[in-house]
């Protein structure tokens, strides 16, 4: 219908298309206010690159590599000449020329049994008798004592499930029944159980191949002390590494949470809302602005509050530059009938007669042909510009024909 009239006007064709498309045009800064006073995020960090998770997780293997070398030196009596024959003995290895074959042995002491249907248990030793309490679980003891059951304790990457599902419970399956309900909680059960066992299946092949590659590197740079510590590093950080991109290939099959869906869609009506109310974006705006500056008077770096300023002074200028357009309007054409309406999407353009029967969103085709009627009626000879003033809504053009 819009297109429809401004092919009859032409003159009038860009108002009609500034008109439509203002509903869209500030769909980002609205919904970034919305977001921000919702509490959801509005900033996107970008996903680390590989290399960025090697650098971020090194901190915490060195505390972790700290604690174990130190147990090793408790256990030969803090004697350091102990601890460094101790490694040796554990890893054979005087040549760098033997680099390849380091890394080949560890890779079988740690993983060779991985296929094997019945293995001695893990007794690498655990804080609490944790091992204890586990084996209650039923399954979890005959887990144990697998191939793959000892290679995801020796891997850590049982460890790492078990923290991954407590936190995704907590944080998303839980809340996801709660707010949704059944239906709902068992989609999300499906998508944070995948996630939880493809990051687990990732850390176990980084660290299987992390072992070999490190110990090699190791052993080719100080065989001996450099093996063992080539072998904990690329355990431990092929471990992080795989564990990260299979995560990331799960989170891209199974697409985002139920609730960060059902979030997105009511973040998207309510958007469209406030862009069809200039006065409710305004006020969003006026409150996202001043919840903004309150959050940045306290961290002046928070990106989220950054973000939502901007867009909430962006909207402000434009409704800001909306109103004066209104206000300067010659004085001509503020006499034009208008529909009464309860709310008005746009400011007309300065210079454009306001169209009959336009309530800011759609058209009434009565008026309008009512309007387009008289307009076009032959006029007499006795009728006054005033007149053609109250009864005509395009007198602007027939002005001049009349004087």
């Not at 979890?140 to 191939?147: A, C, E, V």
């Amino acid at each position: 219908m819009v297109n429809g009239i401004s092919n009859q006007n032409p003159q009038y064709a860009a108002f009609y298309r500034a008109a439509v498309g203002n509903a869209v045009v500030n769909q980002n800064d609205v919904t970034n206010m919305v977001k921000f006073l919702n509490g959801q995020p509005v900033t996107v960090l970008p996903e680390p690159t590989v290399g960025e998770t090697v650098v971020q997780t090194l901190p915490f293997a060195a505390a972790i590599g700290g604690v174990q070398g130190f147990m090793k030196f408790k256990d030969n009596q803090y004697s350091l000449k102990n601890t460094i024959n101790s490694i040796k003995t554990a890893h054979p290895y005087t040549q760098r020329s033997e680099a390849l074959k380091s890394g080949l042995d560890n890779l079988r002491k740690e993983y060779g049994d991985f296929l094997k249907k019945g293995v001695t248990p893990n007794t690498s030793r655990a804080p609490f008798g944790i091992y204890k309490v586990l084996d209650i679980i039923p399954g979890y003891k005959q887990l144990r004592s697998t191939g793959f059951g000892k290679a995801m304790g020796k891997s850590g990457a049982g460890w790492m499930m078990v923290f991954d599902a407590v936190g995704k419970t907590l944080g998303e399956v839980v809340p996801t029944f709660q707010t949704l309900g059944f239906s709902a909680g068992m989609k999300q059960i499906a998508k944070s159980g995948t996630q939880v066992i493809a990051g687990g299946a990732g850390w176990l092949a980084g660290d299987a191949l992390g072992t070999a590659i490190g110990t090699a590197i190791g052993t080719a740079i100080c065989p001996g002390i450099g093996t063992a510590i080539g072998g904990f590093l690329g355990k431990f950080l092929g471990g992080v590494v795989g564990s990260a991109v299979a995560g990331k290939a799960a989170t891209a099959i199974t697409g985002k949470s139920e609730l960060a869906k059902v979030q997105e869609q009511q973040t998207a009506q309510v958007t469209q809302q406030i862009e069809n109310d200039p006065n409710t974006k305004l006020a969003l705006a006026q409150q996202t602005l001043a919840a903004a500056n309150e959050v940045l008077a306290q961290d002046p770096n928070n990106q989220d509050a950054l973000a939502a300023k901007a867009s909430a002074e962006k909207v402000i200028a434009e409704l800001q530059t909306q109103t004066q357009q209104t206000q300067t309007m010659p004085q001509d054409l503020a006499q034009y009938p208008q529909m009464p309406t309860q709310q008005t999407a746009f400011a007309p353009l300065p210079g454009v007669p306001v169209v009959p029967g336009f309530n800011g969103f759609s058209y009434d085709m009565n008026v309008y042909r009512e309007a387009m009627s008289n307009a076009s009626m032959p006029f007499a000879n006795n009728f006054q510009p005033a007149q053609m003033t109250m009864t005509n809504p395009f007198n602007q053009q027939q002005k001049t024909t009349i004087q």
